[in-house]
Each structure stands twice: as C-alpha cells, then as structure tokens.
C-alpha cells in the first residue's frame, strides 16, 4: 500500500449530529487517521422515513464522501445501517463499516441471560435489524425491542439530566426491564449523549452497548487487516460537510464529540439530488 493510499481520509456519514458520537470513538481509537464527516442537517430525521428514501438518501451521502477520496465509509447512522447496507455495499467498493452488525456482536458477548433490549428509532425497530441480526449469531437469545424517538431532540437540546427525560425514559424502557433484559444495546446515534439517564432506569444490573464502540474497534481491524491505516504520527485532520446551515452544527457539536469545532462547510442538499453516476 503507498503512502497516498493509507493517508487518504476515513468517511463517516449520520443522517445529521449524532454521528460525532462515533466520531469521537474513532478519534479515541484511531487519532491519527484522518476524517471526512458528512451529517445530512437539511434532511434530518432519517428515523421516520421510508426504507426507499433513507436508502436514496444514504447512496448519495456515501457518493458524497467518495468524491471526497475516503478509504473506507462507517455508516454511523443506524437507520442507514438498519436498511441501506446492501445497496450501499453494491454500488460502492470502498469498505462499508455498519452500526447493527456490531453492536448485536457486542451484546451478544455481553449478556449472561440470554435477554437483550434494543432501543432505536422507529424505522431501526421496525426493520427489526437489531434483533434480526442477533438471533443470527444465536437463535437461543430473546430480543425486547423498543423505539424512543423523543430521546433524538432531547439529546439535542442537552437535555441529559433534564426530569423530562427521565419520565419519558421511564415510559420508554420499563417493558424492557420488565422483561429482565441484562444488556441494552444503544440502537441509535443520539442515546451515548443519555447514557447516564437511561443506566438509572434500567439499573446498575443491565450492561449498556455502545455501537459507537464496537464500529470503532471494526474499523481498527479493517484497516489493520487490509494495511490501510495512517503513518502519521500526528493527530489527524477532521472535516465536517452538512447540509443545512453550519452555525447550529457547530453549536451543538462539543456535546456529542467532546470538543469545539469550527471548519464546517456546508453542501446545497440540491447538489446531492444529482451526486449519483
Ligand atoms: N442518526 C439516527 C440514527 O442513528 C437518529 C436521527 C434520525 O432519526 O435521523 O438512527
């Protein structure tokens, strides 16, 4: 692999903000790769479209990233990852890394009885990507599902301790913990912002997973394996494209990657309509 090859960018694209909360996991792991990161602000939410839109919009947020010369795409967005893999995976040779696979991988290994809870958005729980994807590891676990849409505005508005989100994650979560789930998967971008609230109410017994985490080490090992990682030994460049105004992005940021940003540029969501060849 030359030099050019293993400096080229990874590329990382969320339906809007809460993919920073991947970011920051790549940049905890991997600080010396570079970082192109597209949020799709204009079209968010993903959560509560149709498979067909999300899978549109997902085609041309990768094409975005690989004008942008990136050496392999995350798709953070777990509702992109809950329906658009395998066109994704067909139009595009780059490797894809995906939230669902890893993160059931996670909880598989982290639960000792058997019952996991899935909380997600609307369209991640009802593609049933979670769950489908752990009874294929193994059929014997039972899966508890849930979608907690409120958590996405109330992440972004900081709300993390706030007693709104707490009531309303009290709603949420407890026929999960009736169930007696041992381990929570975070099916969401957003949730990570939350984590504290939502280990309250399921209690100090249920293992959180963070897929953010688990498509951080998938990364570290994809590239290790195809010898495509930096040589640098300086922190990585991080540039962020959206498609909405900027300013908001870059207010919000610090709380979902852990620090300010400043150099986001915006791309006219029209630009994307036709980005596809
Ligand atoms: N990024 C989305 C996800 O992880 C949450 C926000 C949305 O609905 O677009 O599913």
Sequence with gaps: MNFFETEKPIGVFDSGIGGLTVVKRLLSTLPNENIVYFGDTARVPYGSK????????????????????VKLIVVACNTASSVAIPALREK???????????????????????????????????NQAYSRAITKINDAIKVYESACPLFVPFAEEGWIDHPATKLVAKEYLSSLKEAGIDTLVLGCTHYPI?????????????RLIDSGVAAADQVKKEIERMAIGARSSVPGNLDFYVSDLPQKFSEIAELFLGRKISNVHRIDPEVLQTILH
């Excluded at 498979?51 to 942008?68: G, H, M």
């Excluded at 890394?97 to 609307?122: C, F, L």
């Design 50 to 69: 149709s498979n067909e839109t999300v899978i549109e919009y997902s085609l041309q947020d990768a094409q975005f990233l690989i004008n942008k010369n």
């Design 92 to 126: 595009f040779k780059v490797p894809i890394i995906e939230m669902i696979g890893v993160g059931s991988q996670a909880a598989v290994k982290a639960s000792g009885n058997g019952k996991i809870g899935i909380i997600g958005t609307r369209a991640t729980i009802n």
């Design 194 to 206: 939350l984590a504290n609230t939502i280990q309250e109410v399921v209690g100090d017994n249920v």
